[in-house]
C-alpha cells in the first residue's frame, strides 16, 4: 500500500513553513525533521477526517487531534511537542494573512503526570530503622526517620516543628502544612520512643535559645538539605538496595497504611490532603475501589437512600 496523499492545499502550506524554518529560521536539520514529522502526522489525521482546506481548522479540530494521540498511548510530553509544533505552523499562516487567528493557542496538553517515588517495602524500613549507634547524632537521625515514616510527615513539616509541639501525653504533633495550614498528627511507638530518646541528648547540640526539635551540629534547626543528605547516607550505610530520601519514606507511610486498612479518608486526614483525589494520586492505588468500598461501608456515605433503613 501507498501512504496517503495529503490534499494539495495542505501540502503547499506545509512546504511553504518548511522552506520558512530552513531559510529565515535557520533551525538545524534534526528540529526542521522533527517538525516536518509531528506536522505531516496531525495533517493526515486531519485530512482523514474531511479537512481539505487549513481555515477549517478551528480548537475542535486540534482537540480531536489531541485526543487520537491519547487514544493511541502517546506520552504527554509527545502531544505537548505536536500541539507546539501545530501552533506555530498556525503563527505562521497568520504572519502570511491565510488565518486570522491560531485555532491551537486555546488547545492544552494533558498535564504530565510527575513519576512518583516508589516506596520502601516493610523490610525495607526495618533494615533502614535498625540504626543502633549510640552517638547522639545517629540517634537524632533515627528520631527523624522514626518519626517521619511513624506519621506520614512532609519534609518541611518536619523540620519546622519545635519542641512545644509535641505533646507525649495525647501522643500528637502540631504540624504546619502546605499553605500555613495547621494540623495535629497522632504519633506513638517507636517513633514517639525515639524522639524522646533523641530529647534527653538534643541539649549537646541546641543553642538556648533554639526552639526547633530536630538541630544540626551548629546548634540551630537542621536544613532540608542536611536531613535529605543524612538520610541518603544512612540508606547507604544499611545496605538498601534503593536510594532513601524523606519524600520516599512519606510515599512508604502512606501506601503501608492504605494497604494495611484500605481506608482512604483516614489517610487522607493524616497526609494533610485536601482533596481525596491527590491521596489516591500520591499512592497510586485503585481509587474507585477504595472509594466503592468507603461508599459502601459508611453509614453516612449515602446521599439517597431509605429513610427507614
Not at 537521625?141 to 509541639?165: F, N, P, Q, T, W
Not at 512519606?250 to 481525596?276: C, D, K, P, W, Y
Amino acid at each position: 500500500m501507498s501512504d496517503p496523499i495529503l490534499p494539495s492545499r495542505l501540502a503547499k502550506s506545509l512546504q511553504r513553513f518548511y522552506e520558512y524554518l530552513r531559510s529565515e529560521k535557520g533551525l538545524s536539520l534534526h528540529t526542521q525533521r522533527n517538525y516536518r514529522q509531528q506536522l505531516e502526522t496531525m495533517a493526515l489525521h486531519l485530512s482523514e477526517m474531511g479537512l481539505k482546506d487549513w481555515s477549517q481548522v478551528d480548537a475542535g479540530w486540534v482537540r480531536q487531534v489531541a485526543s487520537k494521540g491519547m487514544r493511541e498511548g502517546m506520552k504527554a510530553s509527545s502531544i505537548a511537542t505536536r500541539l507546539s509544533s501545530l501552533r506555530s505552523f498556525f503563527d505562521f499562516l497568520i504572519l502570511r494573512g491565510e488565518l486570522t487567528a491560531n485555532p491551537a493557542k486555546g488547545v492544552s496538553a494533558p498535564r504530565k503526570q510527575r513519576p512518583l517515588p516508589k516506596n520502601l517495602d516493610v523490610d525495607e524500613v526495618s533494615q533502614l530503622l535498625e540504626v543502633n549507634e549510640e552517638d547522639s547524632l545517629a540517634v537524632r537521625d533515627r528520631a527523624m526517620m522514626e518519626l517521619m515514616y511513624g506519621a506520614g510527615l512532609r519534609l518541611a513539616e518536619m523540620v519546622s516543628i519545635d519542641v512545644k509541639h509535641i505533646h507525649f501525653s495525647s501522643g500528637e504533633i502540631r504540624v504546619i502544612g502546605k499553605g500555613d495550614k495547621e494540623r495535629k498528627v497522632p504519633f506513638s511507638g517507636l517513633a514517639l520512643e525515639w524522639v524522646k530518646k533523641w530529647l534527653k541528648r538534643r541539649s549537646e547540640f541546641a543553642k538556648p535559645s533554639e526552639s526547633a526539635l530536630f538541630v544540626s551540629k551548629l546548634g540551630t534547626r537542621i536544613s532540608h538539605r542536611s536531613v535529605q543528605k543524612r538520610m541518603s547516607e544512612w540508606g547507604q550505610k544499611q545496605s538498601l538496595a534503593s536510594h532513601v530520601s524523606p519524600h520516599k519514606l512519606r510515599h512508604s507511610f502512606a501506601t503501608h497504611m492504605l494497604e494495611s486498612s484500605n481506608n482512604l479518608r483516614a489517610v487522607q486526614e493524616l497526609l494533610g490532603h485536601e482533596n481525596i483525589s491527590t491521596t489516591q494520586i500520591y499512592t497510586h492505588l485503585d481509587f474507585q475501589h477504595l472509594a466503592q468500598a468507603y461508599d459502601q461501608a459508611h453509614p453516612r456515605a449515602h446521599k439517597k437512600g431509605n429513610k427507614n433503613s
